[in-house]
């Protein structure tokens, strides 16, 4: 099946940092590749969805430039989580579809906590 | 907005026993598909069944859905501790479209 990587694993922060998560897909091309949060023993929430070459869509509700979405190749995208602030702790998993969009693969995810 | 309720939000069994676990969801779908989810883990794909099939089965997985219902279960035969993880189910309304995640079950399979 085609993996999906994430990095880092877990990050640690201090408040009004900003934090850069990556996703690559290694062994496919992600024209589309999907942001998700998840709090503790809840579901996924999708945050936005990343076209390669495209600026990406953003959920209602979720702040663009607190959140911020580059995929700038058909392998990489990166979540950046600008001016962190304890509230933003939680798990972020990106995911990729396959040629038909139909099934996802999923990173690792990212524990980040904000101190 | 999370579309799918799933039931029960936790099960408990020992290793052996079969685990069945339920999803609802309101729209009309083209696909729904189940997910697992070890702790601090991203999900892995399990199965995939089209809005015309009924039934489908994948070594000790079997998903059944209901379109008049917007129901389908999947259950998890002769369960084994390893089979310990979070269970989502997520509906495709069209295809290549977002996916919509369900609420999850926690399922503890006890040795």
């Known amino acids: 099946g085609a993996v999906v990587s994430q990095h880092p694993s877990r990050v640690i922060c201090k408040s009004g940092t900003s934090v850069k998560i990556e996703c690559r897909s290694l062994d496919f091309q992600a024209t589309t590749m999907f942001w998700y949060r998840q709090f503790p023993k809840q579901s996924l929430m999708l945050m936005a969805t990343s076209n390669e070459g495209s600026k990406a869509t953003y959920e209602q509700g979720v702040e663009k430039d607190k959140f911020l979405i580059n995929h700038a190749s058909l392998t990489l995208s990166t979540l950046t989580v600008t001016s962190a602030h304890p509230e933003d702790s939680s798990f972020y998993i990106c995911s990729a579809s396959d040629t038909v969009g139909e099934k996802l693969f999923f990173g690792s995810g990212t524990q980040l906590s904000v101190l | 907005s999370q579309q799918g309720e799933e039931d029960p939000q936790a099960l408990s069994i020992q290793e052996g026993e079969n685990a069945t676990m339920n999803c609802s969801y309101k729209t009309s779908i083209n696909n729904l598909q189940w997910y697992r989810q070890n702790s601090g883990r991203g999900l892995v794909h399990l199965i995939l069944?089209?809005?015309?099939?009924r039934e489908k089965h994948s070594g000790r997985l079997r998903v059944t859905l209901d379109t008049s219902k917007k129901s389908s279960s999947l259950l998890i035969t002769a369960s084994r501790a390893a089979d310990t993880a979070s269970y989502f189910c997520a509906t495709q309304e069209t295809s290549g479209s977002r996916l919509t995640f369900g609420e999850g079950t926690q399922l503890t399979v006890n040795p």
């Open positions: 069944i089209r809005s015309n099939e």
